[in-house]
């Protein structure tokens, strides 16, 4: 049982850079898989970057491969999302989910946040 909230999001301009960010609280010990996934309207939740608390088995989509960067401080219970040269096909509410695994599968993680809207304008 582990409650998330993130935090970050806005409207920014296309080759702008935004960073989310998302508190965890609860039964974090027994959570060792992050991630941050994001859905568009009308479409699917797609995996966008994973990691552990530790700060191993990293992974990203191929579609923001060397722009975004996950990050997670075990000490303060948060997980970092780093987004650079954002396109405004990146616009979608992100959501920061938490499980015993890290895994790019949305259906792996049992406790999820609300989600921040990151909109990126053209």
């Known amino acids: 049982q582990v409650q998330l909230v993130e935090s970050g999001g806005g409207l920014v301009q296309t080759g702008d850079s935004l960073r989310l960010s998302c508190a965890a609280s609860?039964?974090?010990?027994?959570?060792?898989?992050l991630a941050w996934f994001r859905q568009a309207p009308g479409k699917e939740r797609e995996f966008v970057a994973r990691?552990?608390?530790?700060?191993?088995?990293?992974a990203y989509a191929d579609s923001v491969k060397g722009r975004f960067t996950i990050s997670a401080d075990n000490a303060k219970k948060t997980v970092n999302l780093h987004m650079t040269s954002l396109k405004p096909e990146d616009t979608a509410v992100y959501y920061c989910?938490?499980?015993?695994?890290?895994?790019?599968?949305?259906?792996?993680?049992?406790?999820w946040g609300q989600g921040t809207q990151v909109t990126v304008s053209s």
């Open positions: 989910a938490a499980g015993r695994v890290p895994s790019t599968d949305a259906k792996a993680f049992a406790s």
């Open positions: 609860g039964r974090t010990v027994i959570t060792y898989g």
């Open positions: 990691i552990a608390w530790s700060g191993s088995n990293s």
